[in-house]
């Protein structure tokens, strides 16, 4: 069994801890972790464009790569301490979301924790990331609350009469 566990900073532990308890102990795991290049990118064009373009030691981007770069590498090394068995890291850089569709070509589960309003049951407690990749996964999804679920009261009403 492939398994991918999607690594997000603050999501993450519940993400290890659902494919420790709900995968078997010989599956093969991939922990993910998807650095956007949107930030490094908007601080490149920046510089680029409103400082110059003759010192690019000066470039803050190359450093927001660097930093995120690390983040990535505590991320993926604490996930790893946490999962306790063998298990591969995986860093990817791009869109996220399609990096992580893209990386579960040929898993037999993607487990990811909900990333919106976790106060309320509901479609908002999924952000648009993780929207498009529960739609779009090519394998079956575990979704985790990242920390207990909200009660049922905080279902939203059913529709009104006469309305779908």
Do not use: N, Q, Y
């Not at 908007?42 to 450093?63: I, K, Q, S, V």
């Not at 063998?86 to 909900?114: C, F, H, M, Q, S």
Request: charged share 25%; with cysteine; aromatic share 4%.
């Amino acid at each position: 069994m492939a398994v991918v566990v999607w690594i997000v900073e603050g999501t993450w532990p519940a993400c290890v801890d659902a494919a420790r308890a709900h995968t078997p102990e010989d599956a093969e795991i991939v922990l993910l972790h998807v650095t956007p290049t949107e930030v490094p990118g908007a601080a490149h064009g920046a510089f680029a464009g409103l400082l110059g373009r003759g010192h690019p030691e000066r470039d803050p981007g190359t450093r927001v790569e660097s930093l995120a770069t690390a983040s990535a590498e505590r991320l993926l090394r604490s996930a790893a301490e946490r999962l306790g068995r063998p298990g591969t890291t995986v860093e990817r850089t791009g869109r996220v979301e399609r990096e992580v569709v893209a990386a579960t070509e040929d898993a037999d589960l993607l487990v990811l924790a909900r990333d919106g309003d976790r106060t309320h049951l509901g479609p908002h407690s999924l952000g648009p990331a993780a929207r498009f990749v529960v739609d779009h996964a090519p394998c079956p999804v575990l979704l985790v609350w990242p920390e207990p679920s909200p009660g049922l009261d905080t279902l939203p009403p059913p529709p009104k009469a006469g309305r779908p």
